[in-house]
């Protein structure tokens, strides 16, 4: 078997050799910015989709909590049952007469 003898790399050889690792460098760079799905740009939109998903699901806690009291009060509170049946569905108690003076008709003269 033939041994190789190590000789220092020529001038020529080291820029050649600098300019593949630069290139390579770019090219991995340029494939962790951009490359589709795993690239920092994919992973800042995934980080800002979280935080919105995260704020809206708070939002939406709130407001479980909020009719959850309100079904509880509707169950319990007979005057609040009464006034949402008055005022969101028109409902009268026996021998009650609504008068509706917001359509005025005109009179002819």
Known sequence: MSRQEYRPL???????????????????????????????????????????LAERNQALEKRNQELAAEIERLKTDDAYLEEVARKKYGLLRDNEEVYDFSRRSKQKK
């Open 10 to 52: 020529t001038r020529q050889e080291k820029k050649r050799l600098r300019r593949f690792i630069i290139l390579i460098s770019v090219v991995v760079a340029l494939l962790l910015l951009f490359f589709p799905g795993r690239s920092l740009l994919s992973y800042h939109r995934m980080q800002n989709e979280l935080a919105r």
